[in-house]
């Protein structure tokens, strides 16, 4: 290989960099908010190549229009506002997609799959929250309490909540620890321990609208 050839890789690295990196940038956000692991997407570098095509020559006719005569893709302007807008057409995605809206959409077209992986990041509602009963069968005691977080161990197929604002009852409906009112005191339970869990919604919201 010729120090040409080698000066032409080179320069051609910001060219394939502009259309990998965006749609890279897109997939990754939408893969956080749904709960998905981008690392078992086998057709991850495929799928950011075509969606930063997309957003590339959208975004590149645009400039032309409003800079015309201008070299868009040689231009680190041109290449530093397609990494912007491509984290926030990746927000603006992810959000649509986990949106009541589009849920609704879904159901009118008869799709009744949930986006979001997990058994958690489907039943939750990020906007006003959600309460939890968790009834522990082996010490026969009940979790009262505010979600504050999940792990769901998806090799095991299990998971941990984190319940904060909890009171802890027996199966006699005894108390045994009052924490409703402080937000500061968590406590984390283990799927492997739970015989039952029953949710409590917001009166808005969407997860129990009609």
């Known amino acids: 290989m010729s120090p040409d050839d080698i ?23 939408s893969h956080f908010q749904l709960s998905r692991r981008a690392d078992h997407d086998q057709y991850m570098l495929v799928k950011s190549l075509v969606v930063s095509f997309v957003l590339v020559s959208v975004e590149e006719a645009v400039w032309r229009f409003v800079f015309p005569g201008t070299q868009t893709l040689f231009t680190s302007a041109f290449r530093n506002t397609v990494i912007v807008s491509s984290v926030a057409a990746g ?12 849920e609704k959409i879904l ?68 108390v045994l620890k009052d924490y409703v009112g402080d937000s500061d005191k968590w406590v984390a339970l283990h799927s492997k321990d739970i ?16």
């Open 107 to 174: 159901l009118r077209l008869g799709i009744y799959r949930p986006l979001r992986s997990g058994i958690w990041s489907d039943v939750v509602d990020f906007e006003y929250g959600l309460w939890l009963m968790a009834y522990m069968s082996e010490d026969k005691v009940i979790y009262v309490g505010k979600l504050r977080r999940y792990v769901e161990i998806e090799v095991y197929g299990n998971y941990v909540v984190f319940l904060s604002n909890y009171t802890l009852y027996d199966y006699s409906a005894q």
């Open 91 to 102: 927000i603006l995605w992810s959000k649509f997609l986990i949106s009541g809206f589009f």
């Open 195 to 210: 015989s039952r869990v029953e949710l409590f919604y917001h009166e808005k919201s969407s997860k129990i609208a009609h």
């Open 7 to 29: 000066s032409g890789l080179i320069d051609a690295i910001p060219l394939l960099m502009i259309y990998i990196v965006p749609g890279y940038i897109i997939l990754r956000i």
